[in-house]
């Protein structure tokens, strides 16, 4: 495994305010940033947003404001969203910067000087929500965009183009060495099936028909559209092309860096066939992998902002705490599928396993602690009790199996592992029984084995839970009377590391949700639809 990390979201057009999908890409990728560091990796972690194109113009048009005006207003919300929902990230790009813009323009004066990209006339179908162009053949009789279902216009102007098929042998050759650069391998199929085979066509660059972009330094009428602007925020951000190459060079050029894009599938083809077109005309590193999620549904279909079919989550996140929130989104949907939100899912997973498993087994344990124990965790012993074996075996087992699927992305599975003891745990109290030992005074060292054998067993699960409970989890070390020292992911092997300290009984860490109520608040929120 390399020893650092660069991981990036796609960056977030600001048409309009976020919702609960966007949230659910940039939590997904922050729980994966922050396990990363808590086990020593160093991760940079970038989030932005893309800020130019005709969709922006026309909203400020219709605002009355300018394009730079409303986008910052806009951004303003992502700042705000992302300090709601705890997001760790160590940059915010925009493209509207002038690091970016500068990069931009040197990239295309670099492409067009080697004969990568040339000016043309564009004849198709444009498709306004999109910001894509489409053929014939792409878009039906129906004139249908195949990303969005919604139709398309004609569009005739002068544009330059990237040209694709000079750099399309060498990406399949790219596709065949490095089977896990993109992921799920469906996605690779996807793209060679659906894009490459019936013939790719080279890549419009570059619009006249709207001015708010970044302008072509050779051609001043035309400005740089959108994929070739935004998908280059990834190495703008780390200084590529300036004068401050420090971060470029530590994580992008050095070898020791796996670079990780995390992306929706409606931008795969984007990611996937465009970008390393770009970056070996650059003469630039491809990225290691990009991970494709699924989309978060609603409705029976893709949340838009444009459709008005989404969920704002401010609201969730104020009545139901941050974790709350970040858990649902991490657990319900496995992470590379397709998914859908229903506020019936979020209070049965919240209540099932917040409240009544993880949050339970810490009440039951504390409450014991204190009432058998004087609060005082036991030292550890060994396995005295017939159980304390197998309960060792499971934390054992859960932590590498934990670290494994969180190394491959697989996210959902890793904190389904730590679901699993955590449920494991509340069995081996009605296995040990500890209130019928505690009336035998000569089990009383057995007693100590399972108070202490719980304790370590609610520390490993709330150490590999905080990536995603980024505020129960504290609560929870507080509650075992471990400082933060103490509580770091490096001592999670050590299992004397609770002997001997002070249990602190607290507030329940995940109060249960009453269905009744709240499954109308939720649906309320989604439009009155469940």
Not at 126 to 136: G, Q, R
Not at 166 to 179: A, E, G, I, R, V
């Amino acid at each position: 495994m390399k020893k650092r990390f660069y991981i990036t979201t796609p960056i977030y057009y600001p048409s309009a305010k976020l919702h609960i999908g966007h949230a659910y890409c940039t939590t997904l990728t922050d729980v994966f940033a922050r396990s990363k560091r808590e086990r020593g990796y160093e991760c940079y972690f970038l989030t932005g947003a893309d800020e130019h194109g005709l969709k922006i113009q026309k909203n400020a048009e219709a605002a009355g404001v300018t394009p730079q005006a409303f986008v910052d207003n806009i951004v303003e919300g992502f700042y705000k969203l992302w300090d709601l929902l705890k997001i760790t990230n160590d940059d915010f790009i925009r493209t509207t910067q002038d690091r970016h813009i500068k990069v931009v323009q040197d990239a295309f004066t670099k492409m067009l000087n080697q004969g990568d990209i040339y000016l043309g006339k564009y004849e198709g179908w444009y498709c306004k929500y999109c910001e894509a162009f489409w053929t014939d053949t792409q878009v039906g009789k129906e004139h249908i965009c195949p990303d969005c279902g919604r139709p398309v216009e004609k569009a005739e102007e002068e544009a330059y183009f990237f040209k694709t098929n000079k750099y399309l042998d060498s990406l399949l050759k790219f596709y065949d060495n490095n089977p896990k650069f993109l992921i799920p391998e469906s996605r690779k199929n996807e793209m060679i099936n659906t894009f490459i085979k019936p013939g790719l066509e080279d890549l419009c660059v570059s619009r006249t028909s709207f001015s708010w972009g970044i302008p072509v330094r050779e051609n001043p009428k035309h400005v740089v559209y959108v994929w070739l602007d935004a998908l280059t925020n990834y190495i703008s951000a780390l200084g590529y092309g300036s004068d401050k190459e420090d971060l470029y060079k530590k994580f992008w050029e050095d070898e020791d860096t796996e670079i990780i894009h995390i992306l929706g599938a409606d931008i795969t083809r984007f990611h996937a066939i465009y970008w390393p077109m770009f970056l070996e005309a650059l003469g630039v590193r491809k990225p290691d992998r990009e991970f494709v999620h699924g989309l978060l549904m609603m409705r029976d279909s893709k949340m838009s902002k444009s459709k008005g079919n989404v969920v704002d989550p401010y609201p969730l996140v104020e009545k139901y705490g941050v974790d709350a929130v970040r858990y649902y989104l991490t657990r319900e949907v496995n992470f590379g599928s397709d998914g859908s939100f229903s506020p019936e899912q979020f209070v049965e997973r919240i209540n099932a396993d917040l409240a009544n498993s993880y949050g339970n087994l810490l009440n039951r344990t504390i409450g014991m602690m204190s009432k058998y124990f004087g609060g005082k965790i036991p030292e550890y012993k060994g396995q005295v009790s017939e159980f304390d074996g197998s309960l060792e075996a499971v934390i054992n087992t859960t932590i590498s199996n934990y670290e494994n699927a969180m190394d491959d992305l697989r996210i959902t599975e890793a904190i389904t592992y730590v679901n699993e003891l955590v449920n494991r745990a509340n069995k081996y109290i009605d296995e040990t029984m500890p209130w019928v030992l505690a009336k035998d005074p000569e089990q009383v060292d057995k007693l100590a084995s399972v108070m202490n054998h719980l304790a370590y067993a609610i520390y490993v699960a709330s150490r590999l839970y905080h990536p995603v409970l980024v505020t129960a989890s504290d609560k929870a070390f507080e509650q075992l009377g471990l400082t933060q020292e103490e509580a770091k992911y490096e001592n999670i092997s050590n299992k004397k590391l609770l002997d001997n300290h002070q249990v602190n009984k607290g507030e329940p860490l995940f109060p249960r949700l009453d269905a009744t109520i709240e499954v109308p608040f939720i649906s309320e929120l989604m439009g009155g639809s469940k």
